[in-house]
């Protein structure tokens, strides 16, 4: 397997750097260093060159929790842009590229989190206990429940879907009044919020926050407030200080000179692209394939179209190397 390297993080520092034997392992821990360029730097190893897509899922596990105590090893000391996990580059050189290429993104991102640090709070309940409590509070939820109970085999299967959809409106109103609560009384200690997926039916809240580190106290006091307001109700766990995650990873793509070729007979051109030429072919073919065309869905030909124009895009703006910021789940929609 021929070598590579391994990009950890961003940080802001002119100086090269050096952290110890705490990267990937491979036999042992890599040596985990810089490569800089300006006022930042990537914080890397050398490693056997891998496609994390095509390995154990032992392997990836064990890989993604090293990624990250290093990352926040490093955040220790330094100013932190984590970079997507499984990231990985032929030679240094490419590591340079993509710091210079993405150096005024790059930048910013850093200025942005800058004394600021993610907080992530998780807080779950145990339905049959909330239920016995919804139920004694709502009558009508609590006649269908008794009648159910004394109707034996007479029970009618319109009475128990009825019960089924009393229980579950009755529960998502309760975990909404929760959720509402918990970001009422945390977001004025943060300056962003990025809501996750909720795992389970257990699980009513699941975001990240960022926050001013200067503020970690108060946040501490609010999370503590919360808990004994709704002591043997809901339970909270709180996970950080963490580096921001959720709200600036960094994403390295080398794009492939196939793909530009695939989405330019996607988009029907030809020769030289232009912002002019790129804008003109997407909005005529925008237009012929937008889900009002097709009774609302989204089609499998706007898909290619939307891919095809952010390829090209992505190519105008920085060629073959392209840099981004990833923000987990801004699309996320509790109980929608």
């Known amino acids: 397997m021929p070598d590579g390297i391994y990009i950890y993080c961003i940080i802001k520092t002119s100086e090269p750097q050096e952290f110890g034997a705490i990267g990937i392992i491979n036999g042992a821990a890599s040596h985990v260093l810089t490569i800089g360029f300006k006022d930042i730097a990537a914080v890397i190893s050398h490693n056997p060159l891998m496609v994390y897509d095509s390995i154990s899922k032992e392997k990836v596990i064990k890989d993604l929790a090293t990624h990250e105590r290093a990352i926040e090893k490093v955040m220790g000391q330094f100013i932190t842009l984590p970079v997507k996990f499984g990231t990985m580059v032929e030679n240094e050189a490419q590591v340079t590229e993509f710091l210079e290429k993405g150096y005024a993104l790059l930048k910013d991102e850093l200025d942005k989190v800058e004394g600021k640090v993610e907080l992530d709070v998780v807080a779950t309940w145990e339905p049959p206990s909330i239920l016995a409590t919804l139920v004694g509070q709502d009558k009508q939820l609590r006649e269908v429940q008794q009648k159910i109970a004394s109707g034996g085999e007479q029970v009618s299967v319109e009475d128990k879907v009825l019960l089924g959809q009393l229980i579950g409106q009755a529960l998502k109103k309760e975990k909404n009044k929760y959720q509402q609560l918990i970001l009422q009384d945390l977001k004025q200690e943060t300056v962003d919020i990025c809501l996750h997926d909720l795992m389970n039916d257990e699980m009513i809240f699941n975001a990240a926050f960022l926050l001013e580190k200067k503020k970690q106290e108060d946040f501490d006091t609010a999370v503590h407030s919360l808990d004994q307001k709704l002591k043997n109700t809901v339970y909270f766990r709180v996970v950080g200080p963490l580096p921001p995650y959720s ?6 793509k080398r794009i492939d000179p196939e793909e530009i070729e695939a989405a330019k007979k ?44 952010r390829t090209l895009r992505n190519f105008i703006e920085g060629g073959l190397i392209h840099t981004e910021v990833y923000r987990w789940k801004e699309d996320v929609q509790w109980d929608s």
Not at 247 to 252: D, E, K, N, P, V
Not at 280 to 308: R, V, W
């Open 266 to 309: 996607t988009l029907g051109l030809t020769g030289e692209i232009t912002d002019e030429s790129l804008r003109d072919a997407y909005y005529q073919l925008a237009k012929k394939y937008h889900p009002d065309k097709a009774g609302g869905e989204t089609s499998m030909e706007f898909q290619a179209i939307q891919n095809a124009h």
């Open 247 to 252: 709200f600036s990873t960094i994403l390295f």
